[in-house]
């Protein structure tokens, strides 16, 4: 009788334990600066309002492999850190130009790549990797609405779209995942950061992708700097020569301002 007695509270106490990771997994929501960014846990079994982790906490849950599954949306650095983050590539016209415009300011970028232009393109994806840059999975091919698909999409999405990049340029690390349009779930999340990709969004937003003019892409991202901020740029999906523009007169303006280049948090909340 003492021996089932003991086993029992072992079988509760491994059940408790269970739930208490499943509750850190549930509750690794949105971090600092949702309200400017869209990726966002968007599907059905995303947390319930009110279960967002507060600003400096979010991320304790975190993978097997120690990355968090919370949302990075600030820059690695104690202080004024700057992550740049160029999406949708890589593009045999734009990502060219992008690249010379980072080299020409001595900055490194975090590439996001659609896995089936990783693979159209893959000399582009080694020129990337060759300057210096992070390399972003942006799964297979931007399909905005994975939020609502099952689990299995969102696994086939996100790893497949990594192999792509991985092929491409075998032997370089790629360590974040972006999810198209942000569209985030809990389970893609916990998918990407037992890959070792942290899920990566961004605090700063000119929707360059839109071509809204010069004028109004640099109003915004010189106007809307929080700390350690991750500003989103594109160098695919289309006409990129506002964004290209807006690098040239950027980059050199947030080095006056006293401004560093980093790459996203991967590590850390």
């Known amino acids: 009788m003492r021996i089932t007695t003991t ?12 739930a208490a990771v499943l509750g850190l997994l549930a509750a690794a929501g949105t971090p600092a600066y949702a ?15 009110g279960h967002s982790a507060p600003v400096g906490t979010a991320g304790s849950a975190r993978s097997a492999a120690g990355i968090p599954l919370a949302i990075s949306r600030l ?31 001595h900055v490194k970028a975090t590439f996001c790549m659609i896995g089936t232009k990783a693979q ?26 994975m939020d609502h698909k099952p689990v299995a999409y969102q696994r086939q999405q996100i790893l497949e779209g ?13 360590t974040y995942y972006r999810a198209p349009g942000g569209a985030f779930t809990p389970d893609s999340r916990a998918i990407a950061a ?4 942290r899920p990566l969004g961004w605090s700063v937003d000119p929707k360059d992708w839109s071509r809204p003019g010069l004028e ?10 929080p700390q350690q901020p991750t500003v989103l740029f594109h160098d695919g999906g289309g006409d990129r020569s506002e964004t290209v523009a807006a690098l040239k007169q950027y980059l ?8 560093r280049f980093s790459f996203p948090a991967r590590t850390t909340p």
């Open 162 to 174: 990594k192999a792509m990049i991985e092929k491409a340029v075998p032997g370089v690390a790629v």
């Open 120 to 145: 159209k393109y893959p000399e582009l994806v080694r020129a990337v990797a060759a300057d210096g840059h992070q390399l972003c999975d942006h799964s297979v091919d931007h399909d905005v609405t």
């Open 7 to 18: 086993s029992a509270r072992r079988r509760r106490a491994g059940s408790a334990a269970a």
């Open 75 to 105: 820059a690695q650095g104690p202080g004024r850190d700057v992550a740049i983050t160029i999406d949708d590539g890589p593009d045999p016209r734009w990502t060219p130009q992008v690249l010379e415009t980072l080299r020409e300011n």
């Open 194 to 197: 037992a890959s070792g990709m």
């Open 252 to 259: 050199p303006w947030l080095t006056e301002q006293g401004y």
């Open 35 to 49: 309200a400017t960014d869209g990726s966002v846990d968007r599907a059905q079994d995303a947390p319930p309002a």
């Open 216 to 225: 109004a892409i640099l109003s915004t991202v010189k106007g809307k700097l």
